[in-house]
């Protein structure tokens, strides 16, 4: 069983910037790729980027070159970077493992971003 914790949202004004952090607990968190996801009201969820247990990223599109994912093997943590902020990132943001051995996952409680105009 493993239990994330997410913090770091919060309110921002455009082009401003908020770390997310996500710190695991329960297992030997480099054997899980983590992720984080959004929510944004009346739109889909949606994949934000994905920091691989190889030590790779991946990143929607359309975020590319605004967001950063990182990862602390020691910390059993992932942050999210994001820069250049903007009203359409307001979501609930949420983080997530994935098991490397078998398909197992665990999410987190979710964290407000808000980006005012």
């Known amino acids: 069983q493993v239990t994330l914790v997410e913090s770091g949202g919060g309110l921002v004004q455009a082009g401003g910037s908020l770390r997310l952090s996500c710190t695991a607990s329960?297992?030997?968190?480099?054997?899980?790729?983590m992720g984080w996801y959004r929510q944004a009201p009346g739109k889909q969820f949606e994949l934000v980027a994905t920091?691989?247990?190889?030590?790779?990223?991946n990143y929607a599109d359309s975020l590319k070159g605004r967001f950063t994912i990182s990862r602390d093997n020691a910390k059993s943590t992932v942050y999210l970077q994001m820069n250049s902020l903007k009203p359409d990132d307001t979501a609930v943001y949420y983080c997530n493992a994935q098991y490397l051995l078998r398909p197992e996952q665990y999410w987190g409680q979710g964290t407000q971003v808000s980006v005012s105009s």
């Open positions: 329960g297992s030997i968190f480099s054997l899980y790729n």
């Open positions: 920091a691989f247990s190889s030590g790779s990223t």
